[in-house]
């Protein structure tokens, strides 16, 4: 009869080590992290800090202005409404026709927007929504791309 109570006082031990285990492991994980991504920051090695991308078209390149340089950047504005939709994308001209690299920001009254930076120039552009590409309804001007409508943008 004296073993039950030698085998439960283990069990509650081994229980206590474990409990004591998670409790001073889980703190010390998390500051060894933390002490790292500290180091990494002052040491100018970060890989969280910026995302790594690629251009494959810059659409000023070719493109100066009467002095022989760059021309001026225009920020622009792009805003398509669409309440219920759970994705916005802008492509045009100016990014290949790729939506992916230019998702819209969701703001209030159902608007999605973004603003992009671009030299003067005329733009033709769509937007997808949800994967199916509709015009801007608010743009004056319109061309075509491949064989759909295309609004279109005058940048001055």
Not at 8 to 24: D, E, H, I, Q, Y
Not at 38 to 51: A, E, H, M, N, S
Not at 71 to 95: I, S, T
């Amino acid at each position: 009869m004296s073993r039950e109570p030698v085998s439960r006082s283990k069990a509650a031990f081994w229980a206590l080590v474990a409990a004591f285990t998670l409790l001073a492991g889980v703190p010390s994980i998390v500051l060894v992290q933390n002490i790292q991504r500290y180091i990494r920051f002052f040491t100018g090695v970060d890989p969280g800090v910026l995302k790594a991308t690629t251009t494959r078209h810059t659409p000023h390149r070719n493109r100066l202005d009467e002095e022989g340089g760059l021309p001026a950047m225009r920020f622009v504005e792009f805003r398509f409404k669409a309440p219920q939709a759970k994705q916005v994308a802008l492509g045009g001209d100016f990014n290949q026709w790729r939506p992916e690299t230019l998702p819209l920001e969701k703001a209030q009254g159902g608007w999605w927007q973004t603003l992009l930076p671009l030299p003067p120039g005329r733009y033709s552009y769509l937007f997808q929504v949800d994967g199916e590409w509709r015009p801007d309804p608010d743009a004056s001007l319109t061309g075509r791309f491949e064989d759909r409508a295309a609004s279109q943008k005058e940048v001055k």
